[in-house]
């Protein structure tokens, strides 16, 4: 419990390629209890903070099937992303355990290329994670505030219902440079994340 696994550092320039996990944790639903960081080129500040589960796309920490381009998990909890991930001078990955009294078997590997040089102005990958407990009825959710040049990817969303109803009738709203109104909106959370008429089985 609270243990730090450190992962050996990554001489750059080079580029991630594909990470593979699988722990213990996922057979009792408690993935999230690990989180995963990557720190870009000697930052103190880590680019990726997201518990693991979440980072492969999967939420409240119980293995499912995913089947995507960038990421797949197995429902017996084999974590595994494609998503590439450029440095200069190196990349820092730690494992965290933030149960506080539970320990976990982990394994993991890492791909990576070295290469000569990164083009100019690579942008690096960047995840964070976000929760709201109890959310608070007619608000707006915030995802996500960011500034600056990039891609923006996605969001994994994932909620734990705490009374009966629907909750997916939230719109998405994109706000681009400042905007007050939004130049993108949705038209339900389902929609939003490739569903519709509600969640099911994908």
């Known amino acids: 419990p609270g243990q730090v696994l450190a992962l050996p550092v990554f001489e750059g320039p080079g580029v991630i390629t594909h990470m593979w996990f699988t722990s213990h944790a996922g057979w009792v639903g408690e993935l999230n209890a690990l989180v995963l960081r ?6 103190t500040e880590p680019g990726v903070e997201v518990p693991l589960a979440d980072f492969f796309a999967v939420g409240q920490g119980r293995p499912a099937s995913v089947e995507s381009i960038p990421v797949q998990v197995s429902p017996t909890g084999s974590l595994s992303c494609c998503w590439r991930m450029p440095f200069a001078r190196s990349a820092r990955i730690e494992i965290v355990n933030d149960n506080p009294d539970r320990s976990t078997g982990l394994y993991w590997q890492v ?25 608070r009825a007619g608000r707006d959710y915030r995802v996500a505030d960011l500034e600056g040049t990039g891609d923006y990817i996605g969001t994994v969303l994932s909620v734990t219902l705490a009374q009966d ?38």
């Open 111 to 135: 791909d990576w290329v070295a290469v000569e040089r990164l083009p100019e102005n690579t942008p690096r990958f960047h995840a964070r994670y976000r929760q709201e407990y109890p959310a």
């Open 38 to 43: 990557i720190y870009w080129d000697g930052a």
């Open 165 to 202: 109803g629907w909750f997916g009738e939230g719109d998405d709203f994109f706000y681009i440079d400042g905007e007050q109104v939004p130049s993108l909106q949705g038209t339900g959370s389902e929609d939003y994340v490739g569903l519709a008429w509600g969640i099911q089985q994908a």
